[in-house]
Structures are given as C-alpha cells and as structure tokens.
C-alpha cells in the first residue's frame, strides 16, 4: 500500500484508510484528533495506541511535519516572523500578531506567487508549487506550539495565490474547522485574493462563509492593469460583483485592501471612484500604506495623504481604517524575509 501522509488526510480519508487495515472506525477519529486537536507529530505519541496498532500505522504511513527555519522577534511588539521549512527543503513565511483580544497568524498559500502584482516581494522570486493542507496546517499548528498560546485567527494573506491553489485552500479550511480537531470558528479565518473571479463564485457555494478581502490598490482598470496583471483577466467590476454575489449567499462582510502608493493612487478623484465602485455594499476599506521593496520604484503616500485620503473616503460615506503596521523592526513586507534567505 502507498505510503500515507496522515497530517494531509480529512477525516472520510482517515476513517476509510483504518477500515483498509482491519481497525475499528473510532480509531480514525482518535487519529485525527490526535494530529488535530493535540498536535502530535509522531505516530510514538498515541499513547491511548497499542503498540502493535502504532506499528501497523507506521508501516502504512506517517505525519510529515515542518520544521521551523529561522524565527525573528519584534522589539516593538509582539510578532514573530517564522520562515518554515517543508519536507522537500523549501521555505515560506507564516507571520504570527498579538492582539489585546486574539491571536492571528497570517499563512502563506503557495510557494512563491505566479500573479507578478509589481509592489509585491512574494512574486519575485517566482512560482514553486502550491501548498499542500497539511503544509497550511502545519503552520498553524507549528507556530502554536512555538507561541504557547492557541491561534484563534487565520489569515490567508501570506506569500501564494490561496484561490489558484483552491482545493487544497478548501481541504485545509474543511480540516481545521471540523468540530473533532482544531475546531476553529469559520468566522476567523480571512482569505485575501487579487480577484480571480471565478473562484470567488465557486467559494460562495461551498457553505464555508469565511471573511473575504480584495486586493483592490486602484479603482480604475487602466491604472490597476499596470500594477496587477490579474486585472487584464477579470476587470474590477467583474470582481466588485462577485464579491456582491459572495456577501448575499454567506452574509460575511467583504473588505477592500487599498495600499497607498504617493502620486499613483491617493488622489481625491481616487477616493471618489472607490465610492462610485463599491456605492451601497456592506464592506470596509483597509489602507496600508506601501511597504518599499527594492523592486518597485514608489513610496508610500505620507503619513498626512494617508489621513487626507482616509478622511475623503468617511465624508464620501465609506468605512475606512488605516492599518496598524507590527512588527516594523523584523523587515517589512510579506515574502521580503523569503526572498532575503533566497538571495543571500
Ligand atoms: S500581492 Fe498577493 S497575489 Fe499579488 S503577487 Fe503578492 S502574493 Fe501574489
């Protein structure tokens, strides 16, 4: 029999697989519980295990796990930037916040990105492959174990794609809200995706209302195109729909990332046509302010056309927020910690 890679199986796969090997039903859902809700990593952990059943599982298979790479500490707050290391020796980047009222770790979906945005370090260095689930848990569930502390909010808004690695993205959600393992609520898990708007209408009909942000950075196509090569696939109003679509069918609110580029993107007439795009959606707009990478050759907007720009959008009627920056002293952007182990 194949060689099986428990930590990558839900449930159903597990409960057939024990069936397989001549066990009881019930000992899959231990198995799962076990990878899931304690966190084991070697089979020699299921204690509640005979041993010749712990034998019979190494035989068939194991819990591939991975491993942390390298680990920075902010001075300033509490966040930890992780490089993970995966079985096959590559590396991505997992970032863990602390908040007065939860504790967040925002994941990467793929190894490398192939969506070539201009402003982003995680495109850089080209497209890998996409992550399995398990790797997605993995960085959950390593991290956790680092921190001390449970994880109670994902975000998927790391290095990757997460809708151009969909069923996987699936999988892993599937997994790690079921009630027997790590349980989490499908309200604290956030994706961000550019706008691949076929799949956002496909991740409305699973059933899984999870958070939804856009990766929005400019309200007119002619301007997104030359930052977001997505664009020249689907337009914005293609994506503004499916995000209407998305809200109607799960209830969850959508949120719009808007970075903030100086003299590209921060003008009245910008906000206005944000205003004229989303006009009478339920949706929050977060505003970051453009984290410099070697490779775009743009600043952020001052701290002041920040706030003028946040200001212009309350009058113009919208809910904007401005986002706080953590770890500031551990190297900014998302995939700049990656691309620095890769280069040097
Ligand atoms: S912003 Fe997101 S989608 Fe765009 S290149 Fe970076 S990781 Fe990929």
Do not use: W
Request: aromatic share 8%; charged share 25%; proline share 2%.
């Amino acid at each position: 029999m194949k060689n099986k890679n428990y930590n990558n199986m839900d449930l159903e796969e597990l409960s057939e697989f024990i069936e397989s090997i001549g066990e009881k039903k019930f000992r899959a859902k231990q198995l799962f519980q076990g990878i899931h809700k304690n966190k084991y990593y070697g089979i020699d952990e299921f204690t509640n295990f005979s041993l010749s059943l712990r034998e019979k599982l190494k035989k068939h298979g194991n819990i591939v796990p991975s491993k942390i790479y390298n680990k920075l500490e902010s001075k300033l707050d509490k966040t930890r930037k992780y490089l993970i290391e995966l079985n096959d020796g590559n590396i991505i980047e997992s970032v863990y916040m602390e908040y007065s009222t939860h504790n967040t770790i925002c994941i990467s979906s793929q190894v490398g990105c192939k969506m070539g945005c201009t402003f982003c370090a995680s495109t850089k260095q080209k497209f890998v492959r996409n992550l399995e689930p398990y790797e997605l848990l993995n960085q959950v569930y390593t991290v956790q174990k680092d921190i001390g502390k449970r994880i109670s909010n994902i975000v998927l808004m790391g290095i990757g794609e997460p809708l151009d690695n969909y069923d996987n993205i699936i999988k892993f959600i599937k997994i790690l809200s079921n009630k027997d393992g790590y349980n989490i609520s499908l309200r604290n898990i956030t994706l961000s995706t550019c706008g691949i708007v076929p799949k956002i209408y496909e991740l409305a009909e699973e059933n899984l209302p999870i958070n939804m942000t856009i990766s929005l950075h400019n309200p007119f196509d002619n301007e997104r195109k030359k930052i977001m090569p997505i664009e020249k696939k689907y337009n914005i109003k293609e994506i503004v729909d499916s995000t209407k679509y998305y809200f109607e069918k799960t209830g969850r609110r959508i949120s719009f990332e808007y970075t903030l580029i100086e003299g590209v993107n921060d003008s009245y007439k910008h906000a206005l046509e944000l205003r004229n795009i989303i006009r009478g959606m339920n949706c929050h707009i977060n505003l970051i302010p453009l984290n410099k990478i070697r490779e775009f050759n743009e600043n952020s907007s001052s701290k002041d056309a920040i706030n003028k720009f946040k200001n212009n959008l309350e009058k113009l009627g919208l809910n904007a927020t401005v986002r706080k920056s953590l770890g500031q002293d551990i190297s900014g952007a998302c995939g700049q910690l990656r691309a620095a182990h890769i280069i040097k």
